[in-house]
């Protein structure tokens, strides 16, 4: 069975930065794509990033794109979210979550309890 877990929000001050984490298990990395997502309040959910270590192919959403990175430990079967330059319009609950394939679509079949991130301004 897949799980995901994502953990590491908290409050950070516009400009900071934070780094998320997900414990994953139930699924190599290498059968299924990886990423992020998120929810605003009152807001639908947004693609953050999809990676497929497969195909070496990383999509960042355009809000995120030069500020958020996406690495992994396939020896702890973790992956992480690096956030850097934090604005208040990222405050969201994020997730982590996995698919076979990334997708314009920024569908996740699986993912897990989220992680509340706040930004101050």
């Known amino acids: 069975e897949v799980q995901l877990q994502a953990s590491g929000g908290g409050l950070v001050q516009a400009g900071g930065s934070l780094r998320l984490s997900c414990a994953a298990s139930?699924?190599?990395?290498?059968?299924?794509?990886i990423g992020w997502f998120r929810q605003a309040p009152g807001k639908e959910r947004e693609g953050v990033v999809c990676?497929?270590?497969?195909?070496?192919?990383?999509n960042y959403g355009d809000s995120v794109k030069g500020r958020f990175t996406i690495s992994s430990d396939n020896a702890k079967n973790m992956f992480y979210l690096q956030m850097n330059n934090l604005k208040p319009e990222d405050t969201a609950v994020y997730y982590c979550?996995?698919?076979?394939?990334?997708?314009?679509?920024?569908?996740?079949?699986?993912w897990g309890q989220g992680t509340l991130v706040t930004v101050s301004s």
């Open positions: 979550g996995a698919e076979l394939v990334c997708s314009s679509s920024w569908h996740f079949r699986s």
């Open positions: 139930g699924f190599s990395f290498d059968d299924y794509s």
């Open positions: 990676f497929n270590s497969r195909y070496s192919l990383t």
